[in-house]
């Protein structure tokens, strides 16, 4: 008897009263706050100012939203328009079904209106998010365990995850290729942040590291997976996908060392603004307070001076009246 080291939740939504928590849902949420929480750390690091991130994350997550899943739809398309389907289920991404190639892909063009309209680089952004994506990943992935999705082939290693049936999928154990995905996901954005610190890569290199390690690693947990897939000379569609993002990313990385080596000095115009008005501001005060010094000074060296000029006064009395008396004693001489 196989043993299940791994055991799936027997349903992925808790009711609370008349509203419905979902386990899919959470996971995403989660992972949107550490990647907004995290990049915003490493944006202000590379001399960014407080919030930005999350002021761009309210463009670039809702089209990524949107993007992952269209392209989940788009690429598999029978589970929701073909015959004795319905298609209103596309619409229900709750349910699970999130396309990440789509959702980087729409997702940076949200991110780019976003930058665009602060006057930021978007490169500049991608890097510092970048480590954060991948944590996001790691911790979305376990959406899939709460819905007992995108498993792997059946096996009987102690990791094994345990399936229950349904409509769509047979009772048993099978590779938690969702654990893989998101152990990996965590060992790329680790890698990033070291690569980063070791390197100092700029205009978009952390980001497309990121992304070639983050294909290298699901073209194999992709080969693993057992659900429908469209084949492509024998490949599943993901497979190819994930090689050739990964050979797109490389070769930004050796062009983009080559024409623009090192990093971004200034990733946020308006914090280099502020931070030259603020030592502006600094000057001021230190020239106003040397003033209010020099201001301060002045009486007591007219004090003084008057100091002196009194004695000087006193002392010449003193000599008119020595004086004086030399006379009148010469006079009573005579």
């Not at 996971?27 to 949107?32: K, L, N, R, T």
């Not at 990049?39 to 001399?47: E, L, P, T």
């Amino acid at each position: 008897m196989d043993l299940a080291y791994i055991p799936s939740p027997s349903t992925g939504v808790i009711n609370l009263g008349p509203i419905p928590l979902r386990g899919y849902a959470f996971c995403i949420i989660i992972g949107v706050f550490v990647a907004v929480w995290y990049g915003n750390k490493r944006w202000i690091a590379r001399g960014g100012t407080a919030g930005t991130v999350a002021d761009i994350a309210v463009w670039a997550v809702p089209f990524g939203l949107v993007g992952g899943r269209l392209y989940h739809v788009i690429t598999d398309y029978q589970l929701y328009f073909s015959e004795g389907e319905n298609w209103v289920d596309a619409f229900k991404i709750w349910e699970g079904g999130l396309g990440i190639w789509g959702a980087i892909a729409l997702g940076a063009v949200g991110a780019w209106i976003g930058c665009r309209r602060r006057g930021i680089p978007l490169p500049a952004y991608a890097d510092a998010i970048a480590p954060g994506i991948a944590f996001a990943q790691a911790i979305g992935r376990w959406g899939n365990w709460f819905n007992q999705e995108l498993y792997g082939k059946p096996t009987d290693l102690p990791w094994a995850l345990e399936i229950s049936e349904s409509a769509n999928r047979e009772a048993g154990t099978y590779h938690p290729t969702f654990l893989y995905e998101s152990l990996w996901c965590i060992g790329v954005a680790l890698l990033v942040i070291w690569a980063d610190r070791r390197f100092k890569l700029g205009h978009g290199r952390a980001f497309a590291l990121y992304v070639a390690a983050y294909c290298a690693g699901r073209a194999w947990i992709e080969y693993m997976r057992v659900d429908e897939a469209h084949h492509v000379l024998g490949l599943r569609l993901n497979v190819w996908t994930a090689i050739i993002v990964f050979v797109l990313a490389v070769v930004y990385i050796v062009i983009s060392a080559r024409i623009r080596p090192g990093r971004e000095e200034i990733v946020e115009p308006k914090a280099e603004k502020s931070e030259k008005a603020a030592k502006a501001v600094e000057a001021d005060e230190a020239d106003a307070a040397a003033t209010a010094d020099d201001a301060d000074a002045e009486p007591e060296d007219a004090a003084a001076d008057e100091d002196a000029d009194s004695d000087k006064d006193a002392a010449s009395d003193k000599d008119a009246e020595h004086g004086a008396d030399n006379g009148a004693g010469s006079a009573a001489k005579s």
